[in-house]
């Protein structure tokens, strides 16, 4: 038996996308889904990273939420870094960027 691969779904939009919450439904389907993205749009900031500021993490899921969401104050790549470093316990085998 395989387990599920785990998917972190992003994007710079914000959490509150139309488009991210689409993709959460798709990538649900074929994995373990875990969501960290940004708490207000980020367009343009895909490769930014917040060095003067404080970062929030705030979880936005239930805790027996079949999907994990995290809304991040940061931009693209702090969420990515944040969910790689701090919450994932494996490495996702994909992630996604709507």
Do not use: W
């Amino acid at each position: 038996m395989t387990d599920k691969p785990t998917i972190l779904v992003t994007n710079d939009d914000g959490i509150n996308a139309p488009g991210i919450r689409a993709l959460i439904s798709v990538m649900a389907t074929i994995g373990d889904v875990i969501v960290v993205a940004p708490d207000s749009p980020q367009s343009a900031m895909g490769h930014a990273i917040t060095i003067n500021n404080t970062l929030y993490l705030n979880k936005i899921s239930a805790e027996d939420a079949a999907i994990t969401e995290y809304s991040c104050s940061g931009t693209p790549v702090d969420c990515v870094k944040l969910a790689v470093n701090e919450i994932l316990k494996r490495n996702p085998i994909y992630v996604f960027q709507e």
